[in-house]
């Protein structure tokens, strides 16, 4: 964590401000970055130097993104405490912090017993967000090499509200990054990034933000998600449509948008009738054991490859049969490795909540989220998904 952060994040519990107790450091040895700031990067106040942020040299910024925050903690007010392990600030609602330090960072309690103590308790929170927790936990810290190639397909969950270009320069906010490919994409195309996950895939969306000194990941939930409304904008992808209540998260998330500025979401649409069959699947695959799952998806995946997208890429070349060739399920992916249509098959029978939008259900989410301007497409060359932009207007209230 840099102390950068202590300006955007906020307590998920009560929206309080949080200080900051270190308990270990690393002087990181990045490239040196080149900042552009005719101003701090913090606005009111730089939590590295305890100064407010008209006080600071811009040209001393730099120093802030290249010490981490390894071990530490973050209090609130209110009396919640957070933990910072491996350099990623877990801002969970407690019963969640509570599942993830037990499952997870043992180790961590161990050094700090009394601090952050886990015996008893009860969790209330929904078992299907325990799943989602854990089972994008496996895939994320899994599938793991699937980065090299993603730029495109990142875009294409984006376009054409998001361009390369309105990256430059950005500070953003992304719900739900998974193992950090889409946050990577943005960090390179020169935005500051905030990430945030749900689950122990920060792990893996950690280790890519050593490559990108403005990425920061933090664990949390969409549904209280711990940041300021302090963004250019804020973006989501594949992520709604595997959350129990998508309208209380949108609301949740809008709570981050600034007025005036937009929300770009990604999300499944209603499927074709030769989908069927996979919704019948996943009746049985979401309880797999997650290896189990993952050796199934590759036979799907070689399945397909032979099936479906070896004939795509065949009949696609040929103009008179370009079009019956478009109708082939999941052909978009014979644009990209096998690798990545193992993920895919893996994504949506492993995911334990799985809906599927119309664009009537994606603009009165948006709406009764109190977004305006609402612009929903279909997304080009994939199976039906929409790509949706929102403006986050104050109500009016009539005199």
Same mark, same amino acid.
């Given at each position: 964590?840099?102390?950068?952060?202590?300006?955007?994040?906020?307590?998920?519990?009560?929206?309080?401000?949080?200080?900051?107790?270190?308990?270990?450091?690393?002087?990181?040895?990045?490239?040196?970055?080149?900042?552009?700031?005719?101003?701090?990067?913090?606005?009111?106040?730089?939590?590295?130097?305890?100064?407010?942020?008209?006080?600071?040299?811009?040209?001393?910024?730099?120093?802030?993104?290249?010490?981490?925050?390894?071990?530490?903690?973050?209090?609130?007010?209110?009396?919640?405490?957070?933990?910072?392990?491996?350099?990623?600030?877990?801002?969970?609602?407690?019963?969640?912090?509570?599942?993830?330090?037990?499952?997870?960072?043992?180790?961590?309690?161990?050094?700090?017993?009394?601090?952050?103590?886990?015996?008893?308790?009860?969790?209330?929170?929904?078992?299907?967000?325990?799943?989602?927790?854990?089972?994008?936990?496996?895939?994320?810290?899994?599938?793991?090499?699937?980065?090299? %190639?993603?730029?495109?397909?990142? &875009? @294409? #969950? +984006?376009?054409?509200? !998001? $361009?390369?270009?309105?990256?430059?320069?950005?500070?953003?906010?992304?719900?739900?990054?998974?193992?950090?490919?889409?946050?990577?994409?943005?960090?390179?195309?020169?935005?500051?990034?905030?990430?945030?996950?749900?689950?122990?895939?920060?792990?893996?969306?950690?280790?890519?933000?050593?490559?990108?000194?403005?990425?920061?990941?933090?664990?949390?939930?969409?549904?209280?998600?711990?940041?300021?409304?302090?963004?250019?904008?804020?973006?989501?992808?594949?992520?709604?449509?595997?959350?129990?209540?998508?309208?209380?998260?949108?609301?949740?998330?809008?709570?981050?948008?600034?007025?005036?500025?937009?929300?770009?979401?990604?999300?499944?649409?209603?499927?074709?009738?030769?989908?069927?069959?996979?919704?019948?699947?996943?009746?049985?695959?979401?309880?797999?054991? %997650?290896?189990?799952?993952?050796? &199934? @998806? #590759? +036979?799907?995946?070689? !399945? $397909?490859?032979?099936?479906?997208?070896?004939?795509?890429?065949?009949?696609?070349?040929?103009?008179?049969?370009?079009?019956?060739?478009?109708?082939?399920?999941?052909?978009?992916?014979?644009?990209?490795?096998?690798?990545?249509?193992?993920?895919?098959?893996?994504?949506?029978?492993?995911?334990?909540?799985?809906?599927?939008?119309?664009?009537?259900?994606?603009?009165?989410?948006?709406?009764?989220?109190?977004?305006?301007?609402?612009?929903?497409?279909?997304?080009?060359?994939?199976?039906?998904?929409?790509?949706?932009?929102?403006?986050?207007?104050?109500?009016?209230?009539?005199?």
């Amino acid at each position: 964590m840099k102390y950068r952060l202590l300006e955007i994040l906020c307590c998920p519990g009560c929206s309080g401000d949080l200080r900051l107790d270190v308990f270990t450091i690393k002087q990181l040895q990045s490239e040196t970055l080149t900042l552009n700031n005719k101003t701090a990067s913090c606005h009111q106040h730089c939590g590295l130097r305890n100064l407010a942020a008209k006080d600071v040299n811009p040209s001393e910024c730099p120093d802030c993104y290249n010490i981490e925050i390894l071990e530490g903690k973050l209090s609130c007010q209110c009396g919640n405490i957070y933990p910072i392990i491996g350099g990623i600030p877990r801002l969970l609602p407690q019963e969640l912090l509570h599942e993830t330090l037990t499952q997870y960072h043992a180790d961590f309690v161990s050094k700090y017993p009394d601090m952050f103590p886990v015996s008893g308790g009860r969790i209330s929170e929904s078992r299907k967000k325990i799943e989602t927790m854990h089972a994008f936990g496996y895939q994320w810290t899994t599938f793991v090499r699937n980065f090299d %190639y993603f730029r495109e397909i990142f &875009l @294409s #969950f +984006v376009r054409p509200f !998001l $361009s390369p270009d309105d990256f430059s320069n950005r500070l953003v906010l992304e719900v739900g990054c998974g193992s950090g490919r889409p946050a990577s994409i943005a960090s390179s195309l020169g935005a500051e990034v905030v990430a945030v996950d749900l689950s122990e895939a920060v792990q893996t969306a950690y280790a890519q933000a050593q490559h990108y000194p403005r990425l920061h990941i933090i664990q949390a939930d969409a549904y209280s998600l711990p940041v300021k409304p302090c963004f250019d904008f804020v973006y989501s992808v594949g992520v709604l449509q595997h959350l129990s209540d998508p309208q209380t998260a949108i609301k949740s998330i809008a709570r981050a948008v600034p007025f005036g500025h937009k929300l770009v979401i990604w999300v499944y649409g209603k499927r074709e009738l030769w989908y069927q069959p996979i919704k019948w699947l996943r009746k049985l695959t979401v309880k797999m054991p %997650y290896r189990l799952l993952h050796r &199934l @998806s #590759f +036979v799907l995946a070689v !399945l $397909s490859e032979v099936f479906l997208l070896t004939p795509y890429r065949f009949l696609s070349r040929f103009t008179a049969t370009q079009s019956f060739a478009n109708k082939i399920p999941g052909h978009i992916y014979a644009n990209f490795p096998f690798k990545e249509n193992v993920l895919g098959w893996f994504d949506r029978l492993g995911a334990p909540v799985t809906y599927y939008f119309t664009k009537e259900d994606v603009e009165r989410m948006l709406t009764n989220a109190g977004f305006h301007h609402i612009n929903v497409t279909a997304r080009p060359g994939a199976s039906a998904s929409w790509v949706a932009e929102a403006t986050r207007l104050p109500v009016r209230r009539d005199s």
